[in-house]
């Protein structure tokens, strides 16, 4: 993990109740973690509706944007398969090869201008 996550992680447990299971997210109400569901439907969401994301948005949506991320850091093909904990590299390519817009327009067009620029001094 990040030491940085890690760091944040710490000080939000040290801010929530105590449990008797440890938990790092307890709901007030049930000291028990909370439903996944219910926060994808009420939180997730409403953060998503803010931020004006069209679409269907869950949680597994995170996983897409982390290994387009690991993409454009330039991370071997072989590193992204293991942070995503495939068992296999075409998952990692097939299902969660999806790259940002930005991305495949700057690729796009440094393709291109290979193409495009002329030698003028012949």
Known sequence: MDPGVATILLEWKRLCLATEGDWVFPSPRTAKPYDSGSLRKKVLHAAA??????????WHTFRHSYRAWLDETSAP???QQKLMR????????NVYGGAFMESKRKANT???QRVLVQDHTK
């Not at 509706?49 to 869950?58: F, H, N, V, W």
């Not at 495939?86 to 390519?93: E, F, L, R």
């Open 49 to 58: 509706l803010r931020a004006k994301i069209q679409g269907r948005i869950g």
């Open 77 to 79: 093909l072989g590193v």
């Open 86 to 93: 495939h068992a296999n590299i075409s998952t990692t390519m």
């Open 110 to 112: 440094s393709a291109v």
